[in-house]
Each structure stands twice: as C-alpha cells, then as structure tokens.
C-alpha cells in the first residue's frame, strides 16, 4: 500500500532532529502501556503531559495514577488532556496508540509537533513506525517495549514484569522533498538519540540501541504472534499457557510461519531465537494476559490485523502458507464480532426498557 505524506501546510519545516530534551515528554495513548511509561517518567522527576481518551483523562485529573508494582500502590501526578494541541510544548513524543489509530494520530499531531520534537513509537507491529515517517515526513525512533502492563480500571496501573526498551531510528523524507520520494533521507541525530536513551534509562528502564529497528519490530511481532491472541482467546496468562504442551506445539508453529515470512521480508531471524524469547515470556511474565486479551476483556476491538494479521498478509504477498495464525486471526475476529453482538442486544433491550418506562401512564 502505497503512503501518502500528509499535505506541506500541515508540516512544520525541519531539519535533522536535535531535540532539547529539558523540553517535557508528551504521552500520546494513556493506555496501560503509555500510562505506566509516563508514571514512570513523571517519578524521575521529569515534566508529562498525557493525552488519552476521556475516561482515562478524567480519572487521571480525579486521583492521578494508581501505579502498582514491585516497589509497591504509589498515586503518580499526571496532567492528562484529550487535546492534541497539548503536544506543542514537547521535546519528545511518546506514540502509544493503537495500531489502527496511528494513521489519525499522525494526522491529528501533525500541526502541533515542534520542529525539534523527537518522535518516538512504543507500539506494537512493525508498520507504525515506517508510517509515521512517511505520513509526517520526519525521522521517527522505533521503540520495542519488552514490558507487560495492565490497565484494570482508569486511573489505575498494574506492572506484572520487564522494563526493556529496544531503540532504533526510521529515517523520514526531509522537509520540503518530493512528496513522491521513496527515499528515506533524514536521520534522527545521534545526540537525539541519545537523549532519549538518558532519558528512559532515568525512569529505570533497560535501554539498548540497534541499527536494525525493523528487525528488532519483527522480533517482536513473532514473540506477539505467539502469545497474544491465545492469551486472549483462553484469558490465559502467559505461565499457564506455557504449561501445557499443546499449547507449546500450537506457539512453535506461529513462530516457525512468522520466522519464515520475516526472512522472506529481508529480516534474518532465528526460529530457535524466536521459540526461546517465547518461553523468555513466560517465565519472566507468567502471571501476565497478553493486551490482546485486555482488549476482548474489555470489549474493544483488538489489534489481531496488525500482528497475527500483519505475517498472513507478507505471507500471501510472498506465497507463504500460514494456517496458524490464519486460524488465531479468525477466531478472534470470531470473539470480537460475538462480542459485538451482545453489546449490540444489551443497547437494544436498554432502549427498549427505556420506551416502557416513557410509556407508562
């Protein structure tokens, strides 16, 4: 699919990206991934600014953050708004949307970001990252997060294990280049990134740098692929999953399709590597339901087309078979249409009540 930038007017002229990184860290996505980062981030000392849906926006400006980990309940100061404007001021900012929504957001963000702001994507999938380079013709950071996060209620973080971030820069089209350009010219700066490493690793997280983001994006795709949508379709926690040898048979071959497919994408992964980061998960985050599993909990629509979803299309655009996570895609798009259902007959028999109600003399 072929990515138009977003239209010159709404782009804000730059160069290469040397970012003040005294300027605050902006969260876009106060989800349970963006939340727990940015309550972090806040706890080192650092000025956060939130940008979430309003229920999240609400109880963040009623109590502030419930973060629960290992140190224990702590309530975190996080000032939270829906507006997107709110990224003016940022000298880093922190993608957490949803897959689908990155195309909005970028659309949304793009008249705000300063032209030295760092753009940074913690999500999952491999393609947000690429997108927003092209869509915002920038340099963006790609950011695999190794963290397992959960969101019970708004106002309220649970941290079930792992701090990891993985660093790798995407380049994007520099200002004012065709907008038909397929190469990708402009470079974070290595002080920028640096910056942002310091600054993460400030908030205790565990920062390394790679040269090949999009491979490290894959990895964890495949390590996604494999534990996401059975943890949603069992609400099953990683360790009991891990327990259970058909279970096991079932991840080996996500992963052996995944593997397969990354390689046909020119990203040289191991399957044995891949098989061992899955039992990593397990074991470091055994109690742990993959966000795909908070999303069907919750009733919301998942992100099962930018991960299980994403290997079945570069499978079918290489000639890959890929049965397994075609049939994980399936039924939990079978899951989320169910689910969809019942909400829909819940809302028509509250309506329904309601009219009785009016009726009555």
Same mark, same amino acid.
């Given at each position: ?42 706890? /080192? ?71 030295? /702001? ?127 040898? /058909? ?28 098989? /061992? ?85």
């Amino acid at each position: 699919m072929t990515t138009s930038p977003l239209p010159e007017a709404s782009l804000k002229a730059m160069g290469p990206v040397h970012a003040p990184m005294q300027a605050p860290v902006c969260i876009v996505g106060a989800g349970a991934l963006g939340s727990f980062v940015g309550a972090r981030l806040a706890l /080192a000392g650092q000025a956060v600014q939130m940008v979430g849906r309003p229920a999240q926006v609400q109880a963040l400006a009623a109590g502030g953050l419930r973060l629960i980990d290992a140190s224990g309940t702590r309530t975190v100061a996080l000032p939270a708004t829906s507006e997107m404007a709110a990224v003016a001021q940022a000298g880093l900012v922190v993608l957490c949307v949803k897959s689908a929504d990155t195309e909005a957001a970028a659309r949304q963000l793009a008249p705000h970001l300063a032209p030295d /702001a760092v753009l940074l994507s913690l999500q999952n999938g491999v393609a947000n990252a690429p997108l927003l380079a092209a869509l915002l013709r920038r340099p963006v950071l790609a950011g695999v997060a190794y963290i397992a996060a959960a969101m019970p209620a708004p106002g309220e973080v649970r941290h079930a294990g792992g701090l990891g971030v993985v660093l790798g820069a995407v380049r994007g089209v520099a200002a004012g280049a065709d907008a038909q350009a397929t190469a990708l010219q402009v470079a974070p700066s290595a002080q920028a990134v640096k910056a942002v490493q310091e600054r993460l690793q400030q908030a205790g997280f565990e920062v390394s740098l790679s040269g090949t983001p999009l491979a490290e994006l894959w990895r964890k795709l495949v390590v996604n692929c494999a534990c996401n949508a059975i943890s949603a379709l069992a609400q099953a926690p990683y360790g009991v999953m891990a327990a259970l040898p /058909a279970v096991r048979e079932l991840q080996a071959a996500v992963v052996r399709e995944a593997v397969a497919v990354a390689r046909a994408e020119g990203q040289a992964l191991d399957e044995a590597e891949m098989l /061992a980061a899955v039992d990593r998960v397990a074991r470091l985050m055994a109690t742990q339901r993959s966000s795909t599993a908070q999303d069907l909990a919750r009733g919301r629509t998942s992100e099962i087309d930018h991960l299980n979803g994403e290997v079945l299309r570069a499978g079918a655009r290489h000639g890959i078979q890929t049965p397994a996570n075609q049939a994980l895609v399936a039924l939990v798009k079978l899951q989320e249409a169910m689910q969809a259902q019942a909400s829909q007959g819940q809302d028509t028999q509250r309506q329904d009540t309601q009219r009785q109600h009016i009726s009555r003399p």
